[in-house]
């Protein structure tokens, strides 16, 4: 009992957010900061937790505070019970309980050595407590063969999550990012092979960043796993993101400064010519390109229950759709018939022609 009150002392509420020694551990779901989902990063970003893969546009950079200061955490401690009490946090909340998303280690990368075994015991302990979330696990690095049969043989026990790994692979010129792109697609292979629930995730998607000869290569690559399970996402900007860039040599696009840290949307032209390419290469090796996504929401959606209709009859996002697990609302004439379907046990995971 000591030792949960002094966990419960340790953390403190600032906005929208669960701070430990300065550190986001747990964002709530804001419509402040456009976020609809749960962050839960139940660790310090010391030298071992922080991510390594310094992408140069990531989003952590706009987090001067911890981000950019390991050393800052070296002497801090992370209480041992810290993921069961953040978790208590978030099954508290309304959203908790009707199953909006949680995404693991997001502040970091959830498959690199140091948190390997954390994802895990998260996965775990949601399992034990009967949870029935969405969750997004976002990342650009192959864990390895064994680790993946370890989440296979979690996710293999009786559960009512809706777990999604989103491999991050954007086709952007040299200097962007490090992250090793063979790797990321043998990851999405394994994945697809093991049956994981996964999506190639395009994100973020710039178009003065955009390598045209790569996008084709990666489609070829990738559509014959994951033809039914690709999303289209626009990059998140911040002056800290921008200085960043610039300190790089590199290109800044253009950006709405009066929305920083939220997604930048493509432009009708960019995401007709992505499309295009995608479209091409789908029958070139006569597949069936499912629904081309536009956020992990619907990505999940497409993986456990049934592909997104808006994303189905539209040639843009489908920025109206914001159903949940349990969902309030959505903007479309189609409103309760989604609502229906959603709530079914639907034998296929592919929308009818009816349906669409």
């Known amino acids: 009992m000591s030792n949960y009150q002094s966990t419960l002392s340790e953390i403190t509420l600032q906005g ?17 900061r456009a976020v609809k989902y ?3 990063n139940p660790f310090l970003p010391d030298a071992q937790n922080r991510c390594p893969v310094a992408c140069a546009y990531c989003v952590c950079h706009q987090d001067r505070g911890w981000h950019h200061h390991p050393e800052s955490f070296e002497n801090n401690v992370t209480p041992t019970d810290l993921i069961d009490r953040l978790l208590d946090r978030i099954f508290a909340t309304p959203e908790g309980e009707k199953g909006y998303p949680i995404s693991l280690c997001d502040y970091s990368d959830p498959f690199i050595p140091a948190h390997r075994e954390r994802v895990l015991s998260i996965l775990n302990a949601l399992i034990d407590r009967q949870a029935a979330n969405m969750v997004y696990i976002t990342t650009k690095v192959h864990p390895g063969q064994a680790f993946l049969e370890r989440l296979k043989a979690t996710l293999a026990r009786p559960n009512a ?22 790797g990321r697609v043998r990851l999405l292979q394994d994945l697809v092979q093991l049956g994981i629930p996964c999506c190639w995730y395009l994100r973020p998607l710039v178009e003065q960043w955009f390598d045209e000869a ?13 033809a039914h399970h690709v999303i289209l996402s626009g ?8 200085e960043s860039l610039l300190k790089q040599g590199l290109i800044v696009p253009q950006w709405d400064r009066t929305q920083p840290g939220r997604k ?4 009708a032209k960019f995401e007709s010519q992505l499309r295009s ?4 290469v789908a029958s070139e090796h006569n597949i069936s390109l499912g629904p081309v996504m536009g956020h ?16 189905a009859k539209q040639n843009r996002y489908c920025q109206l759709f914001q159903l949940h697990h349990y969902g309030e609302t959505i903007a479309a004439e189609d409103n309760q018939q989604l609502k229906v379907l959603l709530r079914q046990n639907l034998p296929s995971k592919v929308p009818s022609a009816e349906e669409c």
């Open 38 to 40: 749960f962050s839960l």
């Open 214 to 226: 790569l996008m084709w290569q990666l489609a070829h690559q990738l559509l014959p796993y994951v």
């Open 264 to 267: 930048q949307l493509l432009s």
């Open 235 to 242: 990059i998140v900007m911040s002056e800290e993101i921008e």
């Open 296 to 311: 992990r929401l619907c990505g999940t959606n497409g993986n456990h229950a049934y592909g997104c209709l808006m994303c």
């Open 16 to 32: 929208s957010q669960y701070m430990l020694h300065g550190f986001p551990v747990l964002g709530m779901p804001s419509q402040e």
């Open 161 to 182: 999550l809706r777990v999604t790994v989103f491999v991050s692979l954007p086709p952007l010129k040299p200097g962007y990012e490090q992250a090793s792109i063979p």
């Open 277 to 280: 390419i995608l479209s091409t």
